[in-house]
């Protein structure tokens, strides 16, 4: 195009017109070569119209339904703006595919029927809206795992010196003796401290990981001692376990699966339990959060490093191009940490993969 453009004669404005008129063009084609790519590889080709949604379903799993690459949901949610609250779906809701100036949307049919349980051993309320992903799995995680940003902070925190008639180890039922601030009639939560979480990089100490063992209430104090009972305990209480205040921890069913915005790359820190390789729905901690622009509901795609081998000419060692393996959806940042829960893999995952924005029109098999 520019040499043709260089061969003219014509006018200096017939040049300026020439070069806007091939830019426009451009334009006009990459637009519709994008709308195309995000009909062609952005949908199942397997995709329904139309999707009942019922008790038991989860956002990731209604999105994989419908895309190739479900933490692009947000792209093609397009509801009427009349709809109260369109984030929150309910079972019984509709939702639909159609053509949106030549890009595929989902819209969003609210349901009217009644959900009937029989036997009903519990009541659900019908108008409970669906979950996005598995939260029993992160509920029954988060009661038991939390971070401390700032190290310092555990000098200032009570802790267990004594348990009752002298023991060193006490279970539920028994009384404990924790010194620090405790006020009577509170329930704490009693944690052990766990993994150091560094970066791999730098060195630098990111946060302690901290493991919960039970629950207990302060039932008095007297000169900086509290006498608290243990309420429940997994493990044995032993001396030196932390107290501390219950973390406020309920989990959002609002957010929606989605790119980060700014550039993330890190890798996993660690899988809390000790275990190495890592599989589908297993909770997983990286080594980036909010200060990195991390958020509840953020997607990460999990790449494995190249295998190793030697140039058969040269002699030198190379690194082959990693492998896209995963998909990682973190359901809780800390500052400089996050705990995410793998939705997807095509492998078995591992500690030290790294993990990045999921790539345009690239996904993973799910499994």
Same mark, same amino acid.
């Given at each position: 195009?520019?040499?043709?453009i260089k061969?003219?004669?014509?006018a200096?404005?017939?040049?300026?017109l020439?070069?806007?008129?091939?830019?426009?063009?451009l $334009?006009?084609?990459?637009?519709?070569?994008?709308?195309?790519?995000?009909?062609?590889?952005?949908?199942?080709?397997?995709?329904?119209?139309?999707?009942?949604?019922?008790?038991?379903d989860?956002?990731?799993?209604?999105?994989?339904?419908?895309?190739r #690459?479900?933490w692009?949901?947000?792209?093609v949610?397009?509801?009427?703006?009349?709809?109260?609250?369109? #984030?929150?779906?309910?079972?019984?809701?509709?939702?639909?595919?159609?053509?949106?100036?030549?890009?595929?949307?989902?819209?969003?049919?609210?349901?009217q /029927?009644?959900?009937?349980?029989?036997?009903?051993?519990r009541? *659900?309320?019908?108008?409970?809206?669906?979950?996005?992903?598995?939260?029993?799995?992160?509920?029954?995680?988060l009661?038991?795992?939390?971070?401390?940003?700032?190290?310092?902070?555990?000098?200032?925190?009570?802790?267990?010196?004594a348990?009752d008639?002298?023991?060193?180890i006490?279970?539920?039922?028994?009384?404990?003796y924790?010194?620090?601030?405790?006020?009577?009639?509170?329930?704490?939560?009693?944690?052990?401290?766990?993994?150091?979480?560094?970066?791999?990089?730098?060195?630098?100490l $990111?946060?302690?990981? $901290? *493991?919960?063992?039970?629950?207990?209430?302060?039932?008095?104090?007297?000169? /900086?001692?509290?006498?608290?009972?243990?309420?429940?305990?997994?493990q044995?209480?032993?001396?030196?376990?932390?107290?501390?205040?219950?973390e406020?921890?309920? $989990?959002?069913?609002?957010?929606?699966?989605r790119?980060?915005?700014?550039?993330?790359?890190?890798?996993?820190?660690?899988?809390?339990?000790?275990?190495?390789?890592?599989?589908?729905?297993?909770?997983?901690?990286?080594?980036?959060?909010?200060?990195?622009?991390?958020?509840?509901g #953020?997607?990460?795609?999990v790449?494995?490093?190249?295998?190793?081998?030697?140039?058969?000419?040269?002699?030198?060692?190379?690194?082959?191009?990693?492998?896209?393996a995963?998909?990682? !959806?973190?359901?809780?940042?800390?500052?400089?940490v996050?705990?995410?829960?793998? !939705?997807?893999?095509?492998?078995?995952?591992?500690?030290?993969?790294?993990? #990045?924005?999921?790539?345009?029109?690239?996904?993973?098999?799910?499994?």
């Amino acid at each position: 195009m520019n040499s043709k453009i260089k061969r003219r004669t014509g006018a200096p404005l017939k040049k300026m017109l020439a070069w806007i008129g091939a830019v426009v063009l451009l $334009l006009a084609a990459t637009l519709v070569q994008a709308q195309s790519l995000s009909w062609d590889q952005g949908l199942r080709s397997d995709a329904p119209d139309r999707y009942t949604v019922v008790r038991g379903d989860t956002l990731w799993h209604i999105a994989g339904r419908f895309l190739r #690459h479900p933490w692009q949901w947000p792209e093609v949610w397009q509801v009427n703006p009349q709809i109260r609250n369109p #984030h929150l779906i309910y079972p019984g809701d509709v939702i639909y595919l159609y053509d949106c100036n030549g890009r595929p949307c989902l819209g969003l049919e609210r349901g009217q /029927g009644a959900v009937r349980l029989s036997p009903e051993v519990r009541r *659900i309320p019908v108008r409970e809206a669906i979950e996005p992903i598995p939260l029993d799995t992160v509920r029954h995680f988060l009661r038991d795992h939390r971070v401390i940003d700032d190290p310092e902070a555990l000098d200032e925190l009570a802790y267990v010196v004594a348990g009752d008639d002298r023991r060193i180890i006490s279970g539920a039922g028994d009384r404990i003796y924790a010194r620090g601030e405790l006020q009577r009639g509170n329930r704490y939560g009693i944690y052990r401290l766990g993994e150091r979480y560094h970066d791999a990089a730098t060195g630098e100490l $990111l946060g302690l990981e $901290l *493991i919960g063992i039970g629950r207990a209430r302060a039932e008095r104090s007297e000169d /900086g001692i509290a006498v608290m009972e243990l309420l429940s305990a997994n493990q044995e209480v032993r001396n030196d376990d932390i107290v501390m205040p219950l973390e406020e921890r309920e $989990l959002t069913s609002e957010f929606m699966p989605r790119a980060p915005d700014a550039d993330v790359q890190g890798t996993i820190l660690a899988v809390p339990g000790g275990v190495r390789f890592i599989g589908r729905l297993q909770v997983v901690a990286v080594d980036r959060g909010r200060r990195d622009g991390l958020e509840t509901g #953020h997607v990460l795609e999990v790449e494995q490093q190249g295998e190793r081998v030697v140039d058969p000419r040269t002699g030198e060692s190379l690194r082959l191009p990693g492998t896209d393996a995963g998909l990682i !959806m973190i359901f809780r940042p800390y500052d400089k940490v996050s705990y995410g829960l793998v !939705m997807q893999a095509t492998r078995a995952l591992e500690v030290g993969d790294r993990v #990045h924005n999921p790539r345009r029109g690239v996904g993973v098999a799910q499994r």
